[in-house]
């Protein structure tokens, strides 16, 4: 699964320092760069290569309500698309129809894995989940999305969340919880480390072996 941040601290599309500048399509943006790198190595792990794609923070057509849980190409019965360039072919479709808003918030896309990653498992009917979620940085609900996490420390889940630009990664690397545990507001603690957080620039121009260790 794969969920993409568009909210308006992204900047605008058309204006060349976006995160989701599509002016020049000779040159990939920083989104299309990471879904492609981050892509192909999670995809190794997916037997069918068929992935739901999210996206969270935009006002969408024709009312022009915020979603922060939208399926990326438009069609919220079946969100799954075929492999990577599917992915970005979603992308793209999105970024020309939507309107870049706010605010950041991670907490509806969570639950919305968690309810997925909570289906019946049975011995010959046994899945494990991988929510990929590309963002630009800080957000606005985090003890929601710490609930919604130690929730999903009880699933068969795993969450990667990719840091595009250049923002302020704090509350990423709280969610990493490799120093400390993540803890609920009712006090239950996560009860294993499900999130990884990379930030994209570190590792734009190393090999895909290098990202995927």
Sequence with gaps: ??????????????????????SNPST?????????????????????????????????????????????????????????QGILNAYYQA???VQLYGPTM????????????????TQHKQKYYVLLILTDGIINDMQDTINAIVTGSDLPLSIVIVGVGNADFSNMRTLDADDVALKSFTGKV????????????????????????
């Excluded at 979603?67 to 969100?79: D, I, M, R, V």
């Excluded at 509806?108 to 498992?121: G, M, R, S, W």
């Design 95 to 97: 970024v020309n129809t």
């Design 190 to 213: 996560m009860s294993r480390d499900i999130v990884q957080f990379v930030p994209f620039s570190d590792f734009r121009n190393m090999p895909m072996s290098v990202l995927a260790r």
């Design 106 to 121: 991670f907490s509806h896309i969570l639950k919305a894995t968690n309810t997925i990653a909570n289906q019946v498992v």
């Design 1 to 22: 699964m794969v969920a993409i941040d568009f909210t308006a601290s992204n900047g605008s599309p058309n204006t060349p320092t976006s995160l989701h500048n599509i």
């Design 28 to 84: 990939p943006n920083e989104y299309v760069r990471a879904i492609t790198t981050v892509g192909e190595i999670l995809s190794s792990y997916d037997a069918d290569k068929l992935f739901p794609v999210y996206g969270f923070g935009a006002k969408l057509p024709p009312a022009w309500n915020v979603s922060h849980c939208f399926a990326l190409n438009g069609n919220p019965e079946q969100p799954e698309v075929a492999g990577v």
